[in-house]
């Protein structure tokens, strides 16, 4: 079956700390795979795509085929980066449709 | 650019009444739109894909009876929830992909909260 894992509901860190935030998933074929970004208030919005393979805001995922995993990851976190994460997956090239993960809040304190 | 709109915002009506939400790519031709629900806490769940021009595809478990889809232009895709029920309360999101843009990528809408009585 197809699907996003995303094990963490809240992650907190302070101001200037790491922040690696989980996705694994579950896909017997060459996945496309997505984290997207909702801060207070707005819309969901893409944040990076793994063929890509940027750095946006500071942040940069890397799609590990052998473990099944595509966490997001940033050195240095701030505190306009708090907001929802969801990690997606397209599971075909031919419909575009997303399988999103549970989401994972990031609060960062100053 | 990139804008996708949704109307209402919030509605709430009456048990057993349909109720009709709006899907608009405001600067962009979209031949693809997508309905999400989202339940509190929860992620976003893809009921159906909308092709403009051709019926929708929906999602297992997903009732095509009860969640009716129109994408009559590239522009407009419609959810009507027929015969509303509580427990169809719940977030209806939108999303977007241009005719001409970036492989993949969806351009969501703010939602639309449906409170059924």
């Known amino acids: 079956a197809q699907r996003v894992t995303q094990p963490e509901k809240l992650l907190s860190v302070f101001k200037g700390a790491p922040v690696e935030l989980k996705c694994n998933y579950s896909y017997s074929g060459s996945p496309e795979l997505f984290w997207y970004v909702q801060y207070s208030r707005q819309r969901l919005q893409l944040l990076l795509r793994?063929?890509s393979r940027e750095s946006i805001k500071g942040f940069t995922a890397d799609l590990n085929k052998g473990e099944t995993s595509f966490h997001l990851k940033k050195p240095f976190a701030q505190e306009e980066d708090s907001a929802m994460y969801y990690c997606a997956l397209n599971p075909t090239y031919n419909t575009d449709k997303l399988i999103f993960g549970t989401g994972t809040r990031l609060q960062v304190f100053p | 650019g990139a804008v996708v709109s949704q109307h209402p915002s919030r509605v709430i009506c009456k048990s057993g009444t349909s109720v009709k939400i709006e899907c608009r790519s405001l600067d962009f031709q979209a031949t693809t739109m997508f309905w999400y629900r989202q339940f509190p806490k929860k992620s976003l769940m893809l009921m159906a894909t909308s092709n403009e021009g051709s019926k929708a595809t929906y999602e297992q478990g997903v009732e095509k009876d009860k969640f009716l889809i129109n994408h009559a232009s590239l522009t407009l895709s419609t959810l009507t929830v027929t015969s509303a029920h509580p427990e169809d309360s719940s977030f209806y999101i939108c999303?977007?992909?241009?005719?001409?843009?970036?492989?993949?990528?969806?351009?969501f809408g703010p939602g639309t909260r449906l409170t059924v009585l």
């Open positions: 999303s977007a992909i241009p005719r001409q843009g970036a492989h993949n990528e969806q351009f």
């Open positions: 793994h063929i």
